[in-house]
């Protein structure tokens, strides 16, 4: 993925809760931004659902794509989310999709 030296890459990252819910978001850095959910400074929805697990994160590029890709990615059942995050060519098909 190309950008110019003033972008920033963002990444779209999933989470799985201990109750088994999944999380999504996007994220300059996918590392602090976990540690920050795990230490209950990120998402509200994210404070008492631990240990969480990263299931999967991708480089999008810009924020506007990893926005776009983020609410996709949300309005798809359960099921197919946790098709795509079993499945790693399925993954990256479905955002490959998404990012022409």
């Given at each position: 993925?190309?950008?110019?030296?003033?972008?920033?890459?963002?990444?779209?990252?999933?989470?799985?809760?201990?109750?088994?819910?999944?999380?999504?978001?996007?994220?300059?850095?996918?590392?602090?931004?976990?540690?920050?959910?795990?230490?209950?400074?990120?998402?509200?929805?994210?404070?008492?659902k631990?240990?969480?697990?990263?299931?999967?994160?991708?480089?999008?590029?810009?924020?506007?794509k990893?926005?776009?890709?983020?609410?996709?990615?949300?309005?798809?059942?359960?099921?197919?989310?946790?098709?795509?995050?079993?499945?790693?060519?399925?993954?990256?098909?479905?955002?490959?999709?998404?990012?022409?």
């Open positions: 993925m190309s950008t110019t030296a003033h972008e920033t890459e963002w990444f779209l990252y999933v989470i799985r809760c201990a109750d088994d819910s999944l999380y999504t978001g996007v994220s300059t850095d996918v590392n602090r931004r976990l540690s920050e959910h795990r230490s209950g400074k990120g998402a509200k929805y994210l404070r008492g631990g240990p969480m697990e990263m299931v999967r994160s991708h480089c999008i590029g810009t924020r506007s990893a926005l776009k890709v983020e609410r996709e990615f949300r309005k798809l059942s359960k099921v197919n989310k946790e098709r795509l995050l079993e499945n790693e060519t399925e993954w990256i098909i479905y955002l490959s999709d998404r990012l022409v």
